[in-house]
């Protein structure tokens, strides 16, 4: 635990990247957030604030209609809803003293970080990631501390690493590096023998479409008002999700793999 400005700083207030990857618990498959590099732990960098991530743009559309008050607002009429921009923004840290010198610390930060395309996640946030592009921007050197500036350019929705869904649960849910239970969690593959499996998918923010991937057999799925049918192929997309819960249904015999991505802002 670390002190800066009134405010007590532990590895939870902490930014980390790195990628996803796929474990086990109790027979079943899910997919996990491997922690690459983390801010406090490998460089013990101290946030100047609890980090947080810039909202996304709003890519708006105004017409001056001459004669008439105001102006008309199109930002909708195309697309039915709102189109979102990227995030960006900067996290400022300095860097704790009584470690490595700075400038191996530098060094460290700028080959891991600077101009990579990454996954990221705020550790004070952890059941969600964000993926982008990132900058080390200024570095500058104090009497007591060095201080540092990430920049960012991200996606405009973060997305949660084990989307939600009512399917088999695992035997032990609950992740105790991240007090989330994992009970929710869409299983890798669904089988299916004569007898039609139904599961519900949640849509959040963000507007997907899942995609039926083939493991064996033959297996018709139904998503969304849009039904696939998949025998020998590698993989087709369903109907686009709405938001709240969306109704899946998996017929055939065989087995097949569901995957989509739950977003929000």
Known sequence: MYYRNGTYYTEEHSVSFGDLVTRSSGGQSYVDFSDAYNTWDT????PSSRPSIAHPT???????????HGMLDLTTYLTGGIIYGQRQGSLDFQVDNGHESWEAIRRDITRALHGKRLKMRLMDDPQYYYEGRFTVGQWTSGATNSSIQITYQL???KIR?????TTNQLW?????DTDYDWSAVMSTAISVSGSAKTF??????YAFTPTLIWVSGNITASFGGVTQSLSGVGSRTLGPASNGMNRLTVSGNGSCRIEWREGGL
């Open 58 to 68: 709003i890519v708006t559309k105004f017409v001056e209609i001459p004669g008439s």
């Open 200 to 205: 519900d998918i949640y849509a959040g923010d």
């Open 43 to 46: 460089w013990h960098l101290i």
């Open 172 to 176: 032990d849910p609950f992740n105790f």
């Open 155 to 157: 996606e405009p929705f």
């Open 161 to 165: 690493i084990n989307p939600m869904g």
